[in-house]
């Protein structure tokens, strides 16, 4: 089950009564565990940005070869 759904046993009944009022101790202990397992995949997320950036930045600042520009000129009129 998740949090956003209501439970699979009879999800009509479920239908007008909020999330939480449903939602069982340990849906809500699980809760706590996303926001842990996020703030892991946050902390990921910019340690991964940091180190492309430091790779292919000095890369992404040269400039486009004239040819490769004419190249795409060409394929955007055709």
């Known amino acids: 089950m998740t949090i956003n759904s209501p439970p699979a046993s009879n999800p009509d009944r479920y239908e007008q ?18 926001k842990a397992r996020r703030k892991r995949e946050d902390a990921f997320e910019i340690w991964l940005k940091r180190g492309l950036h430091q790779l292919f930045d000095d890369v992404a600042q040269e400039p486009i070869p ?3 520009l004419r190249l795409i000129e060409e394929d955007r009129d055709s």
Do not use: F, Q, T, Y
Not at 17 to 34: F, Q, V, Y
């Open 17 to 34: 009564i909020p999330w939480w009022l449903w939602m069982s101790a340990k849906d809500a202990k699980s809760g706590s565990a996303r």
């Open 66 to 68: 004239e040819e490769l």
